[in-house]
């Protein structure tokens, strides 16, 4: 049996589904998948602190153009003062508190599945482990399906949204960074700014000692500088001045506190 026929048949075994959405490839592409054949589901997105304004758009325009079943899930998941306290359990806290509301808020005899995929399995991702806890199915992981083959199965369907990683705002501050709504909306205004102006292989960084890194992909370098001067003048009005710019290949981007 081929991949897809595999995951085929696994979401099929698992219907009716609720899929959390968050937008990115992986959950984007597993719900499209669903929607293609034709599989019972309605995605949730979770929406609070940690995603920007223009993926919250960017979300409800997709499943809008798409005629996907989605509702939003309203969440403030910095009230949770182990979330907030960003230690490197933090992600564990955050998905619990979220997967648990969306449990609460789905029907007995839903099964609630993640975009999770083979690749993430071999890094650190403390939120695993509530998944695991909550009995969350993640299909992509449980039939082998990595990174690159979720971005051909993207390619294959012919799915009409940007091919980017974009991971929760809250994995911007180095661990032990206090994290309070108002400063995550300043970032998100900021990362918004180059969202906008169609750059994605970026990443804005805070350090607890006060460096701020503005980390951009070499294969965007050229963009960036066309749009530097209204998000310089953004950074200076956000207060994140002064910051410095690096250059560097996405695959260093991202992931980049958790390789401490």
Known sequence: MNPTDRLRKYLLSCSPLAIALSGGIDSSTLTFFCHANGIEFTSYTFSGEHITPYEMEHVQGWVAE???PHVFIPCRPLNNPRVA??????????????YSRLKSSVDSGTTIIDGTNASDLKKYRPGLYALNELEIKTPFAGTGFDRPMVEKLAWDMGMNIPVFSRSCLFTRFQYGYHLNPLLVKRLGRAEDFLLKAGI??????????GTILV?????EKKAFL???????ALMQELCFYPYQVQYMEFSRISGYFDRG
């Open 200 to 209: 994605f292989s970026f990443r804005i960084r805070f350090h607890t000692d």
């Open 226 to 232: 066309n749009i530097k001067p209204g998000f310089h």
């Open 85 to 98: 306290s960003n230690t490197r359990d933090r992600c564990y806290y955050c998905k619990y508190d979220l």
């Open 66 to 68: 798409n005629s996907i």
């Open 215 to 219: 980390q951009v992909a070499f294969s």
